[in-house]
Nanobody, 127 residues
Framework: QVHVAESGGDSVHAGGSLRLSCETS????????VAWFRQAPGQEREGVAA????????TYADSVEGRFTISQNTAEKFVYLQMNNLQSSDTAIYYC????????????????????WGQGTQVTVSS
């Protein structure tokens, strides 16, 4: 079982920034994929950003491209999601998900590509 735990959710005004953190033990594997998903009230969970561990490569949903950045700190075993220029449409519970292998790029933002999930952290953006 891979440990996954998110933190950093908060309430901010539109135009503000937040950084979410995902602590995960998937870093102990030589190949892994980690993604951020979000789920707004009454909506399905959607993939936001993903990153490979052990090789370079990231991918983003069109809705966050240019505003969100996913990154990793291998030494500390964290994956981060820097969110800038937040909008009310970004309000959601944000989940971190991991899998101890390299998911194909075209599948990186698919919910069913991941086997281990955190409990989620709430992000609320007020206009």
């Amino acid at each position: 079982q891979v440990h996954v735990a998110e933190s950093g959710g908060d309430s901010v005004h539109a135009g503000g920034s937040l950084r979410l953190s995902c602590e995960t033990s998937v870093f102990t594997f030589p190949r892994a994929s980690v993604a951020w998903f979000r789920q707004a009230p009454g909506q399905e969970r959607e993939g936001v950003a993903a990153i490979w561990l052990g090789r370079s490569g990231t991918t983003y949903a069109d809705s966050v491209e240019g505003r969100f950045t996913i990154s990793q700190n291998t030494a500390e075993k964290f994956v981060y999601l820097q969110m800038n220029n937040l909008q009310s449409s970004d309000t959601a519970i944000y989940y971190c998900a991991a899998r101890p292998l390299w998911v194909g790029r075209q599948f990186l933002l698919r919910e069913d590509s991941y086997t281990d999930w955190g409990q989620g952290t709430q992000v609320t953006v007020s206009s």
